[in-house]
C-alpha cells in the first residue's frame, strides 16, 4: 500500500438540506462532529454487510 493510499480521503458530498438536519441531530445525539458520525455510520453499514459482500469487495481492485 502506498502512502498516498493511507491518507484519509477528501470527499466533497452534496447533502439534501433535510438529511444534513437528520445528521447534525443524529451527531449531536451521540457527540460526534458530523464527519465523524457520517463515518460511523458508513463503518456500520459495511459491518451489517454479509460476510460475502464485505469480502468480495475487498477482493476486487478499487476503480477510478
Not at 457527540?31 to 477482493?59: G, K, L, T, W, Y
Amino acid at each position: 500500500m502506498s502512502e498516498k493510499d493511507r491518507r484519509p480521503a477528501r470527499l466533497n458530498v452534496y447533502l439534501d438540506p433535510a438529511l444534513r438536519i437528520r445528521i447534525e441531530a443524529a451527531a449531536q445525539a451521540s457527540r460526534r462532529s458530523m464527519n465523524a458520525e457520517i463515518c460511523h455510520r458508513i463503518e456500520q453499514a459495511f459491518i451489517e454487510q454479509q460476510p460475502d459482500f464485505v469480502a468480495a469487495a475487498r477482493s476486487q481492485p478499487m476503480r477510478g
